[in-house]
C-alpha cells in the first residue's frame, strides 16, 4: 500500500494490518520501504547470531558512511559530539556498512515543505546491515541535529521497515538513539510511526531477535524515543544520555516551576541523565562518552541478550521489577533520595564521580542486578 511520496519515490507498507487514526482515518505512517525488503531479499533466516553470510551483492557500490578512505574514528571519538553518521562509522567493523533508503534515493519527509522547512536526505534516519565484531546485523541511527532527530512519517516508517527486516532474517539489531521525540509539523503520522515501531521491536524480540539501544547523544531520548528504548532488549547510556517520556520543558510547562525547573541543569541530570538510569535499572550499562566505548557495550549487551526469551514469562518478571521499584521508592522525593535507598552512603557525591568511580559503585547496588526485560 502507498503510504507517501517524496523526492518521487513511494514508500510501501508490509502486509500488516492498517492502523486506524482519529477520526476513523486510516495511516500506514511505519510501513517497511519497499527498497528494505529488496535489499534484505537473500538473506538467509539462520544469519540471526553468529552466521556469516555474505555482504549483498550491490554492496560494493556502496561506500562506507563517510569518506571512503576514513576508516575508524581516532580513540576517543566524543560519541555525544559526533553526527549519527560519524558514530556508525565508529561503531561498525570497518567498511561493512550497506544503507538501505540511501542519500541517492532522496526519500524526505512529504510534510516539511508544507510548512517552509527543509528536509534532509535521510530524513534524520539511516539504516542499513553492517557487521559489529564479525557478527552480521542490522543498524540504525538518528540524526539530533535535524529537527531533534523526531520522529516523522519517512522517519519511523525506515526503523519500522528495519525491525520488521529483523523479525524476518532473526539478526541482532543496534540502534542509536538521539531524539526529543515526535515533530510537532507531523503530529498524527509520528505518533503512529512510533505505535508501528514498538509493534515491530516487540515481534522482533518475540521470535529471538536482540535489539539493543544507544544513549548518548545530544537530543537525548525523550517522548516517543523513550518508549521505544524501554522496549529494547538492553541500554547502553553515557553521562550525557538523558532518558524520560516528558522533556524537562514540557514537565515545567505542564505543572509549574515548583514542580520541575527546567533551567536548573543538576536537577535535570540527576533525574534524567545517564547515571541516574543507570542505577536505577533503566540501563544496563553506563560507559564513557566515546565511540570505542559505545561498541564495546554494544558487542557485549548482543552477546548478552541474544539468549534471552521474549515471553510472558519475561514480561511478568519485569512487570514484577517494576511494582517492586514502586514500593522501594515510594517515599522518595528526588533522586539524591532514591541513591541513598540503593544503598549509596555519600549520594551527593554521585553527580560529581568520574567514570571508573562511578561504573565501581553502580556495579554494587541491587536495584540494577535485578533487571528482567
Excluded at 556498512?97 to 510548512?115: C, K
Aim: aromatic share 6%; proline share 4%; glycine share 14%.
Amino acid at each position: 500500500m502507498r503510504i507517501g511520496t517524496a523526492g518521487g519515490a513511494t514508500l510501501e507498507a508490509a502486509d500488516e494490518p492498517a492502523t486506524g487514526g482519529a477520526g476513523g482515518t486510516v495511516s500506514r505512517a511505519a510501513g517497511a520501504p519497499a527498497s528494505v525488503a529488496a535489499d534484505m531479499a537473500g538473506v538467509p533466516a539462520g544469519a540471526a547470531t553468529g552466521a556469516t553470510a555474505d555482504p549483498p551483492a550491490n554492496a560494493a557500490t556502496r561506500p562506507p558512511i563517510g569518506s571512503a578512505n576514513a576508516g575508524r574514528l581516532a580513540a576517543g571519538t566524543s560519541w555525544y559530539e559526533a553526527s549519527a553518521r560519524q558514530r556508525l562509522a565508529g561503531l561498525v567493523d570497518t567498511g561493512t556498512f550497506s544503507e538501505f533508503v540511501g542519500p541517492r534515493e532522496r526519500m524526505t519527509s512529504p510534510h516539511l515543505p508544507l510548512f517552509e522547512l527543509p528536509g534532509q536526505f535521510d530524513d534524520g534516519m539511516i539504516v542499513g546491515r553492517a557487521r559489529l565484531a564479525g557478527q552480521p546485523m542490522l543498524v540504525a541511527a538518528q540524526e539530533g541535529r535535524f529537527m531533534g532527530g523526531a520522529f516523522g512519517e519517512v522517519h519511523g516508517a525506515k526503523l519500522t521497515g528495519l525491525l520488521r527486516a529483523a523479525r524476518d532474517v532473526r539478526q541482532p539489531v543496534v540502534i542509536l538513539f538521539d531524539t526529543g521525540g515526535v515533530r510537532l509539523q507531523e503530529a498524527n503520522a509520528g505518533e503512529i510511526a512510533v505505535s508501528e515501531i514498538i509493534r515491530a521491536m516487540l515481534d522482533a524480540r518475540a521470535v529471538g531477535v536482540s535489539v539493543v539501544g544507544l544513549v548518548g547523544g545530544r537530543a537525548g531520548c525523550y517522548g516517543g524515543g523513550g518508549i521505544i528504548a524501554a522496549c529494547c532488549s538492553a541500554l547502553a547510556v553515557s553521562e550525557a544520555g538523558r532518558i524520560g517520556v516528558s522533556g524537562p520543558e514540557v514537565i515545567e510547562s505542564r505543572h509549574g516551576v515548583d514542580e520541575f525547573d527546567s533551567r536548573d541543569r543538576a536537577l535535570v541530570w540527576r533525574t534524567m541523565g545517564g547515571k541516574h538510569r543507570r542505577l536505577s535499572g533503566g540501563a544496563e550499562r553506563f560507559v564513557d562518552d566515546t565511540i570505542d566505548a559505545f561498541r564495546h557495550a554494544a558487542i557485549e549487551l548482543v552477546a548478552q541478550t541474544s539468549a534471552v526469551a521474549f515471553d510472558i514469562a519475561t514480561l511478568e518478571a519485569e512487570h514484577a521489577r517494576l511494582a517492586k521499584r514502586i514500593e522501594r521508592f515510594r517515599g522518595c522525593h528526588d533522586a539524591l533520595d532514591m541513591w541513598h535507598a540503593l544503598g549509596a552512603s555519600d549520594a551527593a557525591s554521585i553527580p560529581a564521580l568520574d567514570y571508573p568511580a562511578f561504573t565501581a559503585l553502580a556495579d554494587r547496588l541491587s536495584e540494577v542486578s535485578d533487571g528482567a526485560r
